[in-house]
């Protein structure tokens, strides 16, 4: 078996989370694998590349470094051997970059050595050509380059997968790439590598302290619980990693002291693998030795958090100082990672000196700043993750240490563009949220302060700025869904053939900007109001376009207000048709806070909502104001966001095409009996019973552009396991379509889908997106509007306004106004009921609320004379 100095090194990524792999007694690559794979003729060439190789090893071994790369770099040059020029290359890209920290001779001779083998035509397999490919890799993402990393690592896992058997358990390859989607926090695609790494060595200690620090970033308590065991029945706990992982998530749960303990035992542990790495078969590299600098001062900053926490001062600082000192000593080797420790050490002091009230002739700040400024110098145009969550940090702290208000506004704003650029870079939807949940609290600041800043300036630029940033925070799923991306499996990443391409899809088109809304609403908002609404601890924010003109209002919401909405929303989910006077005084005290002044007298009788938070779950049309319904003033519709209603805006003048509904029923032989003569009223395009079976609508849905699903539908408390039903047959076919199913389609021809079923605007709330419902899946296939229930479904009810929306409809009017009509028809009808929204409340509309078709004789009189029909 050839083992190798390089193999063992190259699978430390930069600053990796895990120990490398090592062997009984550590020996240079070059001297065994010259050695195993011996020299073919035996030539005076061949004796003097053994000659040499030989010395090259003794100088290695003397730590002599020059002289060993003065004979490797002879025998690069003169051997007439391709497989000693080869090997000569990697060695020198080893001594370069991992003991004489040289990363940019380290990468020239390493690529050097990844082309000599690609052009060989010998058609020999070499074993450098993979160790090659990862050192690089290494390299590159020392330097915080991430792109030129990836492509090496994606070219190395090709390598790897089409040829297992060769290198068989040498699969750092996955741990390296575990660790790069770790940094990118790419976390789903982390877990994916490091589940296939447990399966082929469960007792890995690196592996599994690496899974550790992965389940306690993403709140997997069933994970952390099941790798702490199996860590505890490890003999070999190497340099105790785990032991800082457990801290954190001490520190995260305020549990101080307990942290303290893991923090310390992980230092004690460490040093003493340090101390004894030959009883462990261990050699230090140069840059391994560097390194162990950030172990440290990363520790000690965790631990001045936690002295902070205990509300002791003086060992906070002490322990922000150790950590500073600690990483000056790192910096003599000024790796990204290493930059970016020590900008969060400094911020971290100045927070220490701004809480203190402490005047000190360090700028700490001005100093993270300048190593921030040092690393883009390296990175500049590359897709780097770790550096804008820098920038992020950098200049929110910046504006929040500046006294200066234009400095202030500079900084925060600055602070929000790397915000809006980072969000939304993930490859899963998982990894998305959870980078916009960690940085609400950051957002919020932003919103409050500009919103503040209008308050005091009237500037209108920065009203645009509160609309611009509350938009954009919403339905962030929904805006990748409308570029053309899902969830991506590490599989698919690695088939995916050019991956620049799939990253520049994910960055492009970006979020919308303050221009870009001024210039939409302008152009597509004439008679029509948007309002958006932002929850945050100190009140309300209410932000939109009222008659033709932006506007911003604050409230601060009563004491008992989440009370008041959840309780109406619980009656509403249990759909109780027996409500009394107290529920209807309920909806007047909402409406009565919801509606902004401006909207109370404006001439626009459109309006569409853009709730978040609690709201999401209360249909605004049942609300009241002292004039009655929210329905009886405005035509009503719903954006999951601003962006998103963006994406699938028609252009003005584009021709309507002829209406094609089909309408299923599956049920209505079985125990919906009236939604068969629902789809009669409007449609002779008709599945039902039997025929309405899963396969005949997915082959009918291609020729048509209105859809309308008179079903049931299974909602859960995870969106994956919600349904749409379809004609059950004998049991043995499938007759069902998941969230995930419809989400994945592409179903951007149709301008309507109608969800005629319990509870399909209803589900999980999830920050940063809004209500994962079926409802929301059908806009994740690109569907411009689709209407759906908030609670249960009252059969007869629901065929009548259902009819009536879609006679207006074809006569050319709104969706909103169709709907709006469809329901004052109702009430007109049905009197009694008019007072309990429970029957006629559940319908509501998202998306484009645009009409279908052309406007008809009769809804141009209608609009154009001073009376109806």
């Known amino acids: 078996m050839i083992v190798t100095l390089t193999y063992f090194l190259s699978i430390r990524l930069g600053i990796l989370e895990m120990p490398p792999l090592n062997f009984k007694k550590m020996k240079f690559f070059i001297f065994l694998t010259f050695c195993c794979f011996l020299f073919t003729s035996v030539n005076a060439q061949d004796y003097d590349d053994t000659t040499l190789e030989k010395k090259a090893f003794t100088a290695f071994n003397n730590k002599e470094y020059d002289t060993s790369i003065l004979y490797f770099k002879l025998i690069e040059k003169h051997s007439k051997s391709i497989q000693n020029k080869i090997y000569s290359q990697h060695a020198l890209g080893h001594i370069y970059g991992k003991e004489k920290l040289d990363l940019q001779q380290g990468i020239y001779w390493l690529k050097k050595n990844i082309n000599t083998i690609e052009e060989d035509t010998s058609r020999t397999k070499h074993f450098t050509y993979l160790l090659s490919l990862q050192l690089v890799s290494n390299y590159f993402q020392y330097l915080g380059k991430s792109d030129s990393a990836e492509f ?188 970016v420790m020590a900008s969060e050490i400094y911020r971290a002091l100045d927070i220490y000196h701004h809480e203190h009230e402490i005047l000190t002739s360090i700028n700490y700040i001005d ?122 499996t590490f599989e698919q990443y690695i ?190 395009n008709i599945l039902s019973d039997k025929e309405a079976s899963m396969e005949n609508t997915l082959n009918k849905i291609y020729d048509i552009n209105i859809l309308h699903l008179a079903t049931h539908t299974t909602i859960s408390k995870t969106a994956k396991d919600s349904n749409i039903e379809f004609y059950p047959g004998d049991g043995t076919q499938k007759h069902s379509l998941s969230f995930n199913e419809v989400a994945n389609k592409n179903l951007s021809h149709l301008q309507l889908v109608s969800l005629s079923s319990c509870h399909s605007a209803d589900g999980p709330y999830i920050d940063g997106e809004g209500i994962l419902s079926l409802q929301r899946a059908f806009a994740y296939a690109s569907v411009h509007s689709i209407l759906a229930s908030k609670w249960d479904v009252n059969d007869e009810v629901s065929s009548i306004i259902m009819a009536s929306f879609y006679d207006y409809i074809k006569q050319g009017w709104e969706k909103d106004i169709a709907l709006q009509k469809a329901k004052k028809d109702f009430w007109s009808d049905n009197p009694s009921l008019k007072i309990n929204p429970i029957y006629w409340g559940n319908i509501v509309l998202f998306g484009d609320s645009d009409p279908i078709s052309s406007a008809s004789l009769q809804k141009t009189l209608i609009e154009y004379l001073p009376f109806e029909f």
């Open 152 to 339: 090496f690592l994606k070219k190395g896992c090709h390598i790897y997968t089409n040829n297992i058997e060769k290198y068989k358990k040498n699969y750092s390859i996955l741990n390296i790439f575990n660790t790069f989607f770790y940094r990118r926090k790419e976390y789903n695609l982390s877990k994916e590598i490091l589940n296939t790494l447990i399966e082929k060595d469960v007792k890995n200690y690196s592996i599994l302290s690496n899974y550790l620090s992965l389940c306690i970033q993403i709140n997997d308590t069933v994970g952390i619980k099941n790798t702490v065991e199996k860590i505890n029945h490890l003999d070999n706990i190497r340099d105790g990693i785990h032991f800082f992982y457990l801290g954190e998530l001490a520190l995260n749960g305020n549990e101080f002291d307990k942290a303290i303990l893991y923090f310390n035992s992980f230092i004690k542990q460490y040093n003493f693998f340090f101390q004894n790495a030959q009883k462990f078969d261990f050699v230090y590299s140069t840059d391994e030795l560097k390194t162990r600098h950030y172990y440290i001062a990363r520790t000690y900053l965790q631990m001045s958090q936690c002295y902070r926490g205990l509300q002791n001062d003086n060992k906070w600082l002490e322990y922000l100082l150790k950590a500073k000192k600690e990483i000056q000593k790192g910096l003599t080797f000024p790796i990204q990672d290493m930059n």
């Open 367 to 488: 100093s993270a700043q300048q190593l921030i400024e040092d690393q883009l110098l390296v990175h500049q145009k590359d897709t780097n993750q770790v550096l804008l969550n820098q920038l992020i940090l950098q200049n929110f702290y910046k504006a929040e240490f500046s006294g200066n208000i234009k400095e202030q506004e500079k900084y925060y704003w600055q602070s929000y563009l790397m915000l809006k650029e980072f969000v939304g870079n993930q490859y899963n939807d998982d990894d998305q949220l959870y980078q916009f949940k960690n940085l609400k609290d950051i957002q919020n600041q932003l919103v409050i302060f500009f919103t503040r800043l209008y308050r005091q300036s009237d500037d209108k630029e920065d009203l645009y700025k509160v609309l611009e940033i509350i938009e954009n925070s919403k339905s962030n799923i929904l805006y990748k869904r409308s570029q053309g991306l899902e969830n991506l």
């Open 495 to 684: 088939n995916t053939p050019n991956i620049d391409s799939l990253r520049n899809k994910i960055n492009s088109p970006p979020l919308l900007s303050s221009l870009e809304i001024k210039k939409y609403f302008k152009e597509y908002y004439d008679g029509k109001s948007f309002v958006s609404y932002y929850p945050i601890n100190e009140g309300l924010i209410m932000v939109g376009y009222i008659d033709g003109d932006f506007f911003l209002e604050t409230k601060c919401v009563p004491d008992d207000w989440n009370s008041l909405i959840k309780s109406v929303h619980k009656e509403l989910s249990e759909s109780n048709l027996f409500i009394d006077r107290s529920f209807n005084h309920q909806l007047l005290e909402i409406g009565e806070f919801l509606v902004p002044e401006k909207l109370k007298n404006a001439k626009d009788k459109r309006v569409v909502f853009s709730p978040s938070g609690n709201l999401t779950f209360i249909p605004f049309e049942i609300l009241k104001t002292k004039k009655g319904y929210y329905l009886e003033q405005w035509a009503i519709s719903y954006s999951f966001s601003l962006h998103h209603e963006y994406s699938i805006q028609r252009p003005i003048d584009e021709d309507y095409a002829p209406i094609e509904i089909l309408g299923v029923a599956p049920y209505n032989k079985i125990n919906l009996p009236f939604s068969l003569d629902e789809l009669k009223t409007f449609t002779d």
